[in-house]
């Protein structure tokens, strides 16, 4: 391991953020992290400001959710396939299983229009439909989600570029603009967060399993920066919780990767931390030197779940819909057998067959 990185007990790689502002080398640490043998996770700690702008979202995401129904169905949004604006119900899970267990909110965090040309909107508006918020009934939303969504990116593309100073130094010559991280990130228009809060389970006492809050899956995008849960205890109904940012009363329950060997990873996010986790496409533009990894939630068992609610906050940085998704040349063309992707594709087909595969039970 770098002397310019630590691992956890668990086998979590942490950056300093004041070593990734300063540009350190730090790919020796990406190369553990995201590279063949690692988990495809890391965790930046030391970030300024982080631990004020996640008290003032994540809180947010309950009384969001505990708005009576006919004020979230207004800010719903089927056209983008859910993914602008509120969505309850409306994701599978497993197959044949819409999850309920769970309700987001998503917007772009950097721009309110993504996108000005109106016939790219309608060719792919689960990417670059105008963000939706709920103004009229929840004013506040707006600012808490817009600003720590771009902190998150910002700090983001600083991992980029030591993703980007480990493939450069791989793959020399071959290395294409498509596989370029940093850049792609910054250019994108199409970055989409997400606001997720998992409802609390009073009555339902079946075993939990390792994908009873989120279901087994990698995102599709190129890098996702992971805000670390909030749980809260209320009454049902309540539209306040008694206590905020709880410990977690079940140790079993939260975040698992997949390890390369098909081991079952818990994974703790720190408080005043960030966790960065590879997504597919740029596992496949760079031929597998960045890999992405499964993950699920594992939802608090009964009885430890009365009143147990929880909130956290995603951010997908991800390619333009017209981005390429090229892998380098003489890549193993396994490492591009991910998800719903197929050669050819560029990123807006990537990521509609893959909303088609999450949303669509016959796709």
Request: charge should be negative; glycine fraction near 8%; hydrophobic fraction near 35%.
């Amino acid at each position: 391991m770098s002397s310019e990185a630590v691992e956890t007990k668990d086998g979590v790689v942490v950056l300093d953020y004041a070593k990734l502002s300063a540009g350190v080398d730090l790919s020796a640490a990406i190369e553990r992290a995201y590279g063949p043998d690692g988990i495809g996770l890391l965790v930046v700690r030391g970030i300024p400001g982080l631990v004020e702008l996640r008290n003032g979202l994540l809180p947010l995401g309950f009384r969001f959710a505990a708005l009576p129904n006919k004020v979230k169905d207004k800010y719903v949004h089927a056209r983008s396939s859910y993914s602008f604006g509120w969505s309850h119900g409306k994701e599978l899970l497993k197959p044949g299983q819409f999850d309920e267990f769970k309700g987001s909110y998503y917007n772009n965090p950097q721009y309110d229009v993504p996108q000005a040309d109106a016939s790219l909107v309608e060719k792919y508006p689960e990417n670059y439909h105008p963000n939706v918020w709920p103004e009229a009934d929840f004013p506040e939303l707006r600012p808490a989600f817009m600003t720590l969504g771009q902190r998150m990116v910002d700090v983001g593309v600083l991992v980029a570029e030591q993703c980007d100073r480990y493939v450069r130094s791989k793959l020399g010559d071959r290395l294409s603009p498509d596989a370029r991280l940093a850049q792609t990130i910054r250019e994108s228009r199409a970055c989409k967060a997400r606001l997720l809060y998992y409802f609390a389970i009073n009555e339902d006492a079946t075993p939990r399993t390792r994908d009873s809050w989120c279901g087994w899956h990698s995102d599709h995008g190129s890098l996702t920066a992971l805000c670390p849960a909030m749980y809260f205890e209320a009454e049902p109904g309540a539209s306040e919780p008694a206590r905020s940012d709880i410990p977690l009363p079940d140790p079993e329950a939260g975040l698992y990767v997949r390890t390369r060997n098909g081991q079952e990873r818990k994974v703790v996010i720190p408080k005043d931390c960030l966790a960065f986790q590879i997504g597919e496409s740029s596992q496949i533009v760079t031929g597998g030197l960045l890999r992405a990894t499964p993950h699920a939630v594992q939802a608090l068992a009964h009885p430890a779940s009365r009143n147990i609610s929880r909130s956290t906050f995603a951010v997908f940085m991800q390619p333009d819909n017209d981005a390429h998704l090229r892998a380098p040349e003489g890549a193993d063309p396994q490492e591009q057998r991910v998800g719903a992707f197929q050669p050819g594709m560029t990123f807006g087909d990537f990521a509609r067959a893959t909303f088609a595969k999450f949303y669509n039970p016959y796709a």
